[in-house]
Antibody, heavy 123, light 110 residues
Framework: EVQMLESGGGLVQPGGSLRLSCAASGFTFSSYGMSWVRQAPGKGLEWVSAINVNGGVTYYADSVKGRFTISRDNSKNTLYLQMNSLRAEDTALYYC????????????????WGQGTLVTVSS | QSALTQPASVSGSPGQSVTISCTGTSSDVGGYNYVSWYQQNPGKAPKLMIYDVSQRPSGVSNRFSGSKSVNTASLTISGLQAEDEADYYCCSYASSSTVIFGGGTKLTVL
């Protein structure tokens, strides 16, 4: 059974940093691209970032480019999101998501999602 | 980039068909056959329903179908059931190697 468990969320002040983790199991993690998608409270989905199978290629939404860094450790079956210079508008539930097809990091087909970890940016 | 445009809400009676539209531009929906649709129930993670405009992942009912014309993609749900009541989001690949979601549509089964 495919499972993804996010962690690392919490309350942080504006300008602060957080590192999210996503522990994956039930599939060959090193064979699939991964992504982060967020959802502000009561709002819609927003794609944040994606990474290819070996971590050598990364993609970011303009809203987080230069502040967030996606990475992965295939030996630990874990996806990460380092978030710096956090803003109030980054407040959201952050989901990690598995890419549907092994050969296609983008265009954004996500077949398994975690339950999310909540990030709140507030003073 | 702005979110893709979806109606805020649609509704239908059991057994009917409903269609949810998703309008973008030539830089996203119109430029690529990379549209997907997600169903989200309250408090739950999204579920992939359609990818590559019209492909259904394994396990998704054939009552769900997708299409695209120029800059507008559509999700049609036929034989509407109470369990279909949820929020639906379209999603498209966009230029500059990004992904963009629609604002979401709340489907109410009357």
């Amino acid at each position: 059974e495919v499972q993804m468990l996010e962690s690392g969320g919490g309350l942080v002040q504006p300008g602060g940093s957080l590192r999210l983790s996503c522990a994956a199991s039930g599939f060959t993690f090193s064979s699939y691209g991964m992504s982060w998608v967020r959802q502000a409270p009561g709002k819609g989905l927003e794609w944040v970032s994606a990474i290819n199978v070996n971590g050598g290629v990364t993609y970011y939404a303009d809203s987080v480019k230069g502040r967030f860094t996606i990475s992965r450790d295939n030996s630990k079956n874990t996806l990460y999101l380092q978030m710096n210079s956090l803003r109030a508008e980054d407040t959201a539930l952050y989901y990690c998501a598995k890419v549907l097809l092994p050969s296609r990091v983008l265009p954004g087909f996500f077949d398994y999602w975690g339950q999310g970890t909540l990030v709140t940016v507030s003073s | 980039q702005s979110a893709l445009t979806q109606p805020a809400s649609v509704s239908g009676s059991p057994g009917q068909s409903v269609t949810i539209s998703c309008t973008g531009t030539s830089s996203d929906v119109g430029g690529y056959n990379y549209v997907s649709w997600y169903q989200q129930n309250p408090g739950k993670a999204p579920k992939l329903m359609i990818y590559d405009v019209s492909q259904r992942p394994s396990g998704v009912s054939n009552r769900f179908s997708g299409s695209k014309s120029v800059n507008t993609a559509s999700l049609t749900i036929s034989g509407l059931q109470a369990e279909d009541e949820a929020d639906y989001y379209c999603c498209s690949y966009a230029s500059s190697s990004t992904v963009i979601f629609g604002g979401g549509t709340k489907l109410t089964v009357l």
